[in-house]
C-alpha cells in the first residue's frame, strides 16, 4: 500500500473534528516510539527551547559519562549511538540555534572523553564532522548570534 502525498492528507485532516484529531494522534503515538518523543516535544517543550536545549544537553552528558572505555570498538559504539540521539533531537526542534547548542555540547564531550579521541582516526573523523555542521549552522544564524555561538566555537576549537 503507498501513502497518500502530504497535501492529501493536509485536506482530509481539515475535514476532521477535534474529538477526532486526537484520535489520531494517540494512534500515532501508540505506533511508534519516534511519534510520541515528537509529539512530546510540541505539546510540551517547544515552548520552552533553552528548557529542552538543557535538558537534552544533560541527558548527553550523562550518556557520555556511561561509556564503556575499555576499548575504541565500545567508544565509537557509543558515540555512533550518542550522535544519532543527538540527531534525533534537533530534528524534533528544527531550529538551528537548538542545532548548533546541541552539536557543540556534543562536540566538548566528545573532546573531553578520555581515552583521548586523537588516538582514534574514526573518532577523529566523527568529531571533524561535526565542526563541520557546526560551522554551516553558525553560517545560517543572524547577525548577533553568530558572534556568540563564534566565539564559543573558537573557545571548543582551542581547548
Do not use: G
Not at 541527558?59 to 564503556?68: E, G, K, P, R, S
Request: hydrophobic share 35%.
Amino acid at each position: 500500500m503507498k501513502p497518500v502525498t502530504i497535501k492529501k492528507i493536509k485536506d482530509e485532516l481539515h475535514y476532521k473534528s477535534p474529538h477526532e484529531l486526537v484520535e489520531l494522534c494517540l494512534k500515532l503515538s501508540k505506533f511508534k516510539k519516534e511519534n510520541k518523543e515528537l509529539l512530546t516535544y510540541l505539546l510540551f517543550d517547544a515552548e520552552d527551547e533553552e528548557m529542552y536545549i538543557n535538558n537534552v544537553n544533560e541527558y548527553i552528558t550523562l550518556l557520555f559519562d556511561d561509556i564503556n572505555t575499555k576499548s575504541f570498538f565500545y567508544i565509537r559504539k557509543s558515540v555512533r549511538k550518542i550522535l544519532k540521539l543527538t540527531k534525533k533531537y534537533i530534528r524534533y526542534s528544527k531550529k538551528k540555534e537548538t542545532e548548533v547548542e546541541l552539536l557543540l555540547h556534543f562536540c566538548k564531550k566528545l573532546k573531553k572523553l578520555s581515552p583521548s579521541i586523537s588516538k582514534s582516526p574514526r573518532l577523529l573523523n566523527v568529531y571533524n564532522r561535526q565542526i563541520i555542521l557546526i560551522k554551516k549552522a553558525i553560517a545560517t544564524l543572524h547577525e548577533d548570534l553568530q558572534y556568540d555561538y563564534q566565539l564559543e566555537f573558537d573557545h571548543l576549537l582551542d581547548e
